[in-house]
């Protein structure tokens, strides 16, 4: 009996005679063959649709991971901005703590360099004040007063003041051929120049000494 090429399917020959038998196993051999391919497409549709719902998981999954990525990465993002908020923060703190400890530490090093040289300069005057007033005493030790005179009338007395008290007195007189005169304190002769507190006197009614009528006479006074 011949047979279809590709289904195998038999055939019915002319002159055999009919039987049902070949249809019959024409129609089991069908029914396998759909029964397969319904089996196959059911097979084929399972596996779509596992497919399917692996892709959709998949999908999902990857939606979901990227969702948390993005989430992870967007946190990730605002911590470091945050961060580096607080480092600038921070950083401008410490410049501006940094900045007034700078200025500060100049203000009191000014203040102590102005301290010391207000101390030295200070110390400068009274050095200089000690040392002026060392002067004014060996000044005021060892005074000295030149000058001189005119004897008005030789019947009065005459009297210079020095300021201090002379230890030695030098009389000349600035005539030809008169006398001159060294005095030293504690002589009362009348004859001559007494010294006295602040000053000397020449006494009165010796015109031939140091009080001649409108004479002149220079002196010298050490004290």
């Given amino acids: ?26 129609a089991r051999k069908v029914d396998a063959a759909l029964s397969s391919t319904a089996s196959a497409l059911a097979a084929e549709t399972a596996a779509r649709k596992s497919a399917d719902t692996a892709g959709t998981a998949a999908w999902q999954r990857a939606v979901a991971s990227e969702a948390a990525a993005r989430q992870s990465a967007v946190t990730a993002e605002a911590a470091a901005r945050q961060k580096a908020v607080a480092d600038e923060t921070a950083a401008r703190k410490s410049a501006v703590s940094a900045e007034a400890a700078a200025r500060q530490k100049a203000v009191s090093d000014e203040a102590a360099l102005r301290q010391k040289a207000i101390a030295a300069e200070t110390a400068a005057r009274q050095s200089a004040d000690a040392a002026l007033d060392r002067r004014l005493k060996v000044f005021e030790a060892h005074r000295a007063a030149s000058g001189t005179y005119t004897a008005k009338d030789s019947k009065l007395p005459i009297e210079v003041n020095l300021g201090f008290t002379p230890r030695l007195l030098f009389i000349h007189g600035l005539v030809e051929n008169h006398n001159s005169a060294m005095i030293l304190p504690g002589e009362t002769s009348t004859s001559r120049a007494r010294i006295v507190p602040n000053g000397f006197i020449i006494p009165a009614g010796y015109n031939y000494f140091l009080n001649y009528q409108n004479h002149q006479y220079a002196y010298i006074a050490y004290a």
């Fill in 1 to 26: 009996m011949q047979q279809t090429t590709t289904y195998k399917l038999n055939l019915i020959e002319a002159d055999d005679v009919f039987s049902p038998e070949p249809l019959s196993e024409n």
